[in-house]
C-alpha cells in the first residue's frame, strides 16, 4: 500500500528567514515522505523565491510547487506594512484550505507571520514554530515571536534558555523541543574563503582587518536618528578596519535611510563594498572575516560558530543570549569604535577562537523535520501548563 506523503507548506518572507530555513527546506524536499511546498509574499514573487533558493539550497527541488499569497511589498513603513499584511492574509485565507497541507512550519518573529499563522490556526493546520523563546527588546520583532508562540502547535527552539521562557507562557513541555538553530548548519562543513576569492567576490584586493557589517533598523520604538547611527557605526569600522563588506538592511521601516548612507559611503571609500545579500556565499564569507559588526542576529547567533569576534550595536538584540565572541556597543561612533578595536584585540580574538557556540553544534535540521514529521498528530486542544510554584 502506497503511503500518502505528509504536506508541508514553508512560509518564507525575506532573506531573513529563508537563509535560516535553507537546511530545513532541504531536508523536507529530500525526505521521500514529504511533499514540500513553499509559500511567500513578502521580499518574493514565485519566480525571485525559485531563485533564490537555487542559490542557497540548489538541492531542494520544489518544481511547481512554490506559492506567492500576494505580490511583494513595493513600500515600507507603517501604513504600508498594516495594508501589505491585509493582502497577506486575504492570500492565506484563500491558498490553504485549497492546499491543505497538514502542517505550516515557520521561523521567528517578522511582522509578517502576523497575517499569515493565524489563517492556519483557525483553519486547523498544526503551526511549528522555530526560534521562539528569544529575547530582542529593541525590536518590534520581540512581541511578534511570542505571539506566534501561542498560535502554534509546536517549538522547535535555538537553546535552552528559549526553551524555559516557551515554558514559561505556558506551553507544555512535550511540546517543546531544543533543536539548535538550524542556519548554524550551513557553516558546519563551509570553509573560509581564501583572499583570492575574496577580492574576486569583493572586486578589490582585501585589506585585514575585514569586517563584515550589518546594520538594520532597530524598530521597538518611533522617530529614531537610524541613519545617523548607522552612518557613524558605519564609519566607526571603515576607520578601524582595511575592507568592510557591507549588506542591505532587512524589510523594517527605516530601511531607505540606511541603504541612502550605505550607497554615499560606497562613493567616498573606496574599501567599503555593499551587496544586498550574500546568499550561499555568506557561510564561507562569514568564516573569512575578521569581525562582524552591527545590529544582526547573524552577529549573536552564527558568528560563533565560525569562531569571529562580533560587535553588537545598539538596543535591536538587547536580552539575546550570546556567546563571549560578542562585545556590546551603545549606538554611536567612539563606543562603536572601541568595541571593534577591543574585538581585534588579542584578548578578543581569543575568547572568540574557543567560543561555544549557545545556539548549537550545525545539527539542527535533523531535529527539526523529526518534529514537523510528528506535528500533525498534535492535539488540536493545547493545555496551559502552570508552572509549579509560581504565585497564584
Given at each position: 500500500m502506497t503511503r500518502t506523503p505528509q504536506r508541508v507548506a514553508v512560509f518564507v518572507g525575506t532573506r531573513a528567514d529563508?537563509?535560516?530555513?535553507?537546511?530545513?527546506?532541504?531536508?523536507l524536499a529530500d525526505d521521500p515522505d514529504v511533499e514540500l511546498h513553499l509559500l511567500t509574499g513578502v521580499a518574493y514573487d514565485v519566480d525571485s523565491l525559485a531563485s533564490a533558493l537555487r542559490?542557497?539550497?540548489?538541492?531542494?527541488?520544489?518544481?511547481?510547487r512554490l506559492h506567492a499569497l500576494c505580490p511583494p511589498v513595493e513600500h515600507l513603513d507603517p501604513a504600508a506594512v498594516?495594508?501589505?499584511?491585509?493582502?497577506?492574509?486575504?492570500?492565506a485565507g484563500r491558498l490553504l484550505p485549497a492546499l491543505r497541507p497538514d502542517t505550516l512550519v515557520v521561523l521567528g518573529d517578522r511582522w509578517e507571520?502576523?497575517?499569515?499563522?493565524?489563517?492556519?490556526?483557525?483553519?486547523?493546520?498544526?503551526?511549528?514554530?522555530?526560534?521562539?523563546?528569544?529575547?530582542t527588546e529593541g525590536a518590534v520583532d520581540e512581541r511578534v515571536r511570542h505571539a506566534v508562540t501561542k498560535l502554534a502547535d509546536q517549538h522547535c527552539v535555538a537553546s535552552p534558555d528559549a526553551a524555559r521562557r516557551v515554558r514559561q507562557m505556558g506551553e507544555p513541555a512535550d511540546r517543546v523541543h531544543v533543536t539548535g538553530a538550524p542556519g548554524l548548519d550551513r557553516l558546519a562543513s563551509s570553509t573560509a574563503l581564501t583572499d583570492a576569492e575574496l577580492a574576486d567576490l569583493l572586486g578589490v584586493p582585501v585589506l585585514r582587518p575585514l569586517a563584515m557589517f550589518t546594520y538594520h533598523p532597530p524598530t521597538a520604538e518611533g522617530d529614531l536618528p537610524v541613519g545617523e547611527w548607522a552612518a557613524e557605526a558605519l564609519q566607526a569600522t571603515l576607520d578601524t578596519c582595511g575592507t568592510v563588506l557591507a549588506t542591505h538592511p532587512g524589510l523594517d521601516t527605516g530601511r531607505e535611510e540606511i541603504l541612502a548612507v550605505l550607497e554615499q559611503a560606497a562613493l567616498d571609500?573606496?574599501?567599503l563594498v555593499?551587496?544586498?545579500?550574500?546568499?550561499?556565499?555568506?557561510?564561507?564569507?562569514?568564516h573569512a572575516v575578521d569581525v562582524v559588526v552591527g545590529n544582526s542576529s547573524?552577529?549573536?547567533?552564527?558568528?560563533?560558530?565560525?569562531?569571529?569576534?562580533?560587535v553588537d550595536v545598539g538596543e535591536?538584540?538587547?536580552?539575546?543570549?550570546?556567546g563571549d565572541n560578542v562585545i556590546h556597543a551603545a549606538e554611536g561612533y567612539a563606543a562603536v569604535r572601541a568595541a571593534i578595536e577591543r574585538a581585534l584585540s588579542p584578548e578578543g580574538r581569543a575568547a572568540a577562537a574557543v567560543v561555544v557556540n549557545p545556539y548549537g553544534r550545525g545539527d539542527a535540521a535533523a531535529r527539526v523535520l523529526a518534529v514537523v514529521r510528528r506535528a500533525p498528530a498534535s492535539d488540536r486542544t493545547k493545555p496551559f501548563a502552570e508552572i509549579e510554584g509560581a504565585d497564584r
Open positions: 529563508l537563509g535560516p530555513l535553507s537546511p530545513v527546506i532541504t531536508a542559490d542557497v539550497a540548489p538541492h531542494a527541488v520544489v518544481d511547481g498594516v495594508r501589505h499584511g491585509a493582502h497577506l492574509a486575504e492570500g507571520l502576523l497575517h499569515v499563522v493565524p489563517a492556519a490556526f483557525l483553519l486547523g493546520i498544526p503551526v511549528v514554530h522555530l526560534h521562539g523563546g528569544e529575547v571609500h573606496p574599501q555593499v551587496v544586498e545579500s550574500l546568499g550561499s556565499r555568506y557561510p564561507r564569507a562569514l547573524s552577529g549573536i547567533i552564527e558568528a560563533a560558530s565560525a569562531h569571529v569576534p562580533a535591536r538584540q538587547r536580552g539575546r543570549l550570546r
